[in-house]
Structures are given as structure tokens and as C-alpha cells.
């Protein structure tokens, strides 16, 4: 079984400053990992994946991760957030089955960001 | 590319009454299509996923159905609605690992 923690339900970071939100997965065959943005009533949209080769992944609106084997991290970095980044986070892991890619998302973190 | 749509975007109804919420996917063929329903505090919640025609997988025992009638067409149902069915519904697809989102429908039970 596949599982997700992300820890800290807000965080809250001034404009310009470091973005940090953590992910720790838990999955028994080698996982791709995700991570989507979600704003106010609207759908998610990808931020990045990792599925396989570099474990250094970059993605939309500056955000990067990197997928770290030995501690089943997937961190979400931003090296200067912006009032545009509020929103809501969400990680995820996946593994392949019969019926089809299932994914298994965290219960998500809110970003504030202070100017 | 790729497109998902969602309809109707916002839903009021009576407890007691019933629900369809459609989903349709443009510019591919044969993908795998999910349902989540996000409702205030439980995060995203696998309702159902189809990985072609007529293939539906449930996810929880719950009041709600689903179908997929034709290859790009996800549709949600319920005969009869209950309060806890309030919530902001998600349908998503996927052609590979990686799934994308539609726009959601916001349905509030009364």
C-alpha cells in the first residue's frame, strides 16, 4: 500500500523568502511522485513529476523537487515566493496496477504568503 | 492537446433529488478517467476510476454511481441525493502515469 504525509496543513512564508513544503511517501514498488497546486475552486493543475532518470525535477512557476530514495522525500522548493503562489499544495504517489495508475495524494498544504 | 470539461460547473439541490455530473475529454483516445470528490477537511478522495467502456471500478461503498458510456465520457450519478454528498467534485484523466484535472463542479446538497 501506497501512502503520503505532508507535513504541516499551512505554511507561511513572507514574499521573496524560501518555499518549503515537505512530502514523505511511503510505497512498495518504486514510485512516481507528483506534486499539482490547487487554487480557490478551481481544479489541480501538474506542478512537476518524477517518474524516472534525474531526481532533481523542475517545474511550472519556478517550483523544483527533488526525490531522495533513502528518506522517501519528495520536497517542494521555490527560492522566492510570490503573492501568486498562494494556493494549495498537493503530493502524490502512484504505482502502477492492473486497473489502471491510482494515485494516493496527501491531505495538502496550504501556502500563505505575507508581503 | 489535450482538454477536459466539466459540467455543470456549480450545483444546488435538494436532498432526496438526483445528480448527473458529465465529464468529456477532447484530443485523446482511450484514457483512463478517475472521480474524486474533495470535500471540506477529508483531502481528495478516489471515488472511481474507468480504464475503458463500461469498466468502472469503485472506490468506496457510497451513494453515488458511475458510467462511462463512450471512450471520452465520464459521467457521475445518484438516484438520490444526501447532505453528505456535498462537495467539490473532481474528474480527471490520464494516457499514462500522470493525470490531469478538469475544472470540478462545486455541488451543495440542502
Known amino acids: 500500500a501506497q501512502s503520503v504525509t505532508q507535513l504541516g496543513s499551512h505554511v507561511s512564508v513572507s514574499e521573496g523568502a524560501l518555499v518549503l513544503l515537505r512530502c514523505n511517501y511511503s510505497?512498495?514498488?518504486?514510485?512516481?511522485l507528483f506534486w499539482y497546486v490547487q487554487y480557490p475552486n478551481q481544479g489541480l493543475q501538474l506542478l512537476l513529476k518524477?517518474?524516472?532518470?534525474?531526481?532533481l525535477v523542475k517545474g511550472i512557476n519556478g517550483f523544483e523537487a527533488e526525490f531522495k530514495k533513502s528518506e522517501t522525500s519528495f520536497h517542494l522548493t521555490k527560492p522566492s515566493a510570490h503573492m501568486s503562489d498562494a494556493a494549495e499544495y498537493f503530493c502524490?504517489?502512484?504505482?502502477?496496477?492492473?486497473?489502471?495508475?491510482?494515485?494516493?495524494f496527501g491531505a495538502g498544504t496550504i501556502l500563505r504568503v505575507k508581503s | 492537446s489535450q482538454t477536459i470539461h466539466q459540467w455543470p460547473a456549480t450545483l444546488v439541490q435538494p436532498v432526496g433529488s438526483p445528480l448527473s455530473l458529465e465529464c468529456t475529454v477532447e484530443?485523446?483516445?482511450?484514457?483512463?478517467l478517475y472521480w474524486y470528490r474533495q470535500a471540506a477537511g477529508r483531502g481528495l478522495q478516489l471515488l472511481f476510476y474507468?480504464?475503458?467502456?463500461?469498466?468502472i471500478s469503485s472506490e468506496v461503498p457510497q451513494n453515488l454511481s458511475a458510467s462511462r458510456p463512450q471512450d471520452r465520457q465520464f459521467i457521475l450519478s445518484s438516484k438520490k441525493l444526501l447532505l453528505s454528498d456535498s462537495g467539490f467534485y473532481l474528474c480527471?484523466?490520464?494516457?499514462?502515469?500522470?493525470?490531469?484535472f478538469g475544472p470540478g463542479t462545486r455541488l451543495l446538497v440542502l
Open positions: 480527471a484523466w490520464a494516457g499514462g502515469a500522470t493525470q490531469y
Open positions: 510505497s512498495s514498488v518504486p514510485p512516481y
Open positions: 518524477y517518474t524516472t532518470g534525474a531526481t
Open positions: 502524490a504517489v502512484s504505482g502502477a496496477s492492473e486497473y489502471g495508475n491510482k494515485l494516493v
Open positions: 484530443g485523446t483516445s482511450n484514457p483512463n
Open positions: 474507468s480504464v475503458g467502456i463500461g469498466q
